[in-house]
């Protein structure tokens, strides 16, 4: 006669690392899921930890489980199983998000040339939003702060010459130099 055991599985910790941790030495028991037409079979994740307690006469395992942003929770085995001659069914999948996101701050100057200084045309020719991604790996939308446009005129500059006038007076006699 098998006793019957219960599993937690805790998908809790559901770390949306940066990185995929190394495989373990402990094999998921998969479920007879099929994926759906089409469609790649989804990854079999394996827990990182597997941790056994026993309250009550109940025997309880605890998988946890660390997955990155690309890992699908989905693929965490659900299905009961057999281990050491004990049945486990799961009790609850917990959820732990210990992610962190890491922003700062992004100005670009946009320089344009306008034919008029009338600000409803200037702001007209901006885009509302751009898709920006910098060199060092930072992400987001990029949108116009409207409260900083200032508005220049282009094309002045500085110009001198040497100017010389010549008078001409006909019809004269003699030449009279006073």
Do not use: C
């Amino acid at each position: 006669m098998k006793k019957h055991h219960r599993l937690v599985s805790l998908a809790s910790a559901l770390l949306l690392a940066l990185a995929a941790l190394p495989g373990t030495a402990l094999a998921a028991e998969t479920e007879g899921t099929e994926p759906a037409q089409g469609a790649p079979p989804p990854a079999v994740l394996y827990p990182a930890e597997v941790r056994a307690s026993e309250e009550n006469g109940m025997i309880r395992l605890e998988k946890v489980y660390y997955l990155s942003t690309r890992d699908d929770p989905s693929a965490i085995p659900t299905g009961d199983f057999d281990r050491e001659g004990r049945h486990y069914t799961l009790l609850d999948v917990l959820k732990n998000d210990l992610s962190e996101t890491d922003s700062k701050d992004y100005i670009e100057v946009v320089t344009l040339d306008s034919s008029t200084k009338d600000m409803a045309e200037i702001i007209k020719m901006l885009e509302p939003e751009r898709e920006i991604a910098t060199e060092d790996g930072y992400t987001g939308i990029l949108k116009p702060d409207y409260t900083k446009i200032t508005v220049e005129a282009a094309g002045y500059k500085n110009n001198s010459w040497t100017v010389s006038a010549t008078r001409t007076y006909p019809n004269l006699s003699d030449v009279n130099h006073s």
